[in-house]
């Protein structure tokens, strides 16, 4: 069954520091994998996705992630943080195989201070 | 961008009276679309997939009685929260695939309070 951990409930980075949410995954062939953010009693907007075709996925808003199969990781970073970046952060895994189904991992609230 | 919508964003209602809430693909068609619900400051718990012209299949523990789904049409799917109570409030979010890297797009969310 697949999986997704992301390490870290909570990350706080001062503005203008790098940013890296750690996400690990659990699966028997690599998958798509995603990164999505959402803001207070908002829904969720994707972030990036990986779906093959290149190992270092460049997103939305100045993040990237790097799939590295051999650590089954997929970790966020951005260089440098912004305030606005202060949000929830949930890292998702879905089956090639199709059905669609998509596993969320538990979230990491990003904190940003001045 | 492929837009999803849902209605209402917020509904309170009185414990026992039942509340629907539409997902609505509103430049594409999904055959498919899910139900999400999270709980303050936690993930989303995925409920049910809500399959056009069939039935619902649901996640495990999700009572479905209690959570009764349809997808009406190619673009637009309802979950009907029966008889609520107050441990049913809750964030209830939808999303819809589209592409082939099953990439979801999801509605803004419906917070319902039961009082």
């Known amino acids: 069954a697949q999986s997704v951990t992301q390490l870290g409930s909570h990350v706080s980075v001062s503005e203008g520091a790098l940013v890296l949410l750690r996400c690990n995954y659990s699966s028997s062939v690599p998958p798509y994998l995603f990164w999505y953010v959402q803001y207070p009693n908002q829904g969720l907007q994707l972030l990036l996705k990986y779906t093959s075709a290149a190992t270092l996925v460049k997103g939305i808003n100045g993040f990237e992630a790097e799939f590295k199969k051999s650590e089954t990781s997929f970790h966020l970073t951005k260089p440098s943080a912004h305030m606005s970046d202060a949000a929830e952060y949930f890292c998702?895994?879905?089956?090639?195989?199709?059905?669609?189904?998509?596993?969320f991992g538990a979230g990491t609230r990003l904190f940003v201070k001045a | 961008g492929a837009v999803v919508s849902q209605h209402p964003s917020r509904v309170i209602c009185k414990s026992g009276t039942s509340v629907k809430i539409e997902c609505r693909s509103l430049?594409?068609?999904?055959?498919?679309m899910f139900w999400y619900r999270q709980f303050p400051k936690q993930s989303l718990m995925l409920m049910a997939t809500?399959?056009?012209?069939?039935?619902?299949?649901?996640e495990q523990g999700v009572e479905k009685d209690k959570f009764l789904i349809n997808h009406a049409s190619l673009t637009l799917s309802t979950l009907t929260v029966t008889s609520a109570h107050p441990e049913d409030s809750s964030f209830y979010i939808c999303?819809?695939?589209?592409?082939?890297?099953?990439?979801?797009?999801f509605g803004p969310g419906t917070r319902l309070t039961v009082l």
């Open positions: 809500s399959n056009e012209g069939s039935k619902a299949t649901y």
């Open positions: 999303s819809a695939p589209r592409g082939g890297a099953n990439e979801q797009f």
């Open positions: 998702a895994v879905s089956d090639r195989g199709g059905g669609f189904k998509t596993i």
């Open positions: 430049d594409f068609q999904a055959t498919t």
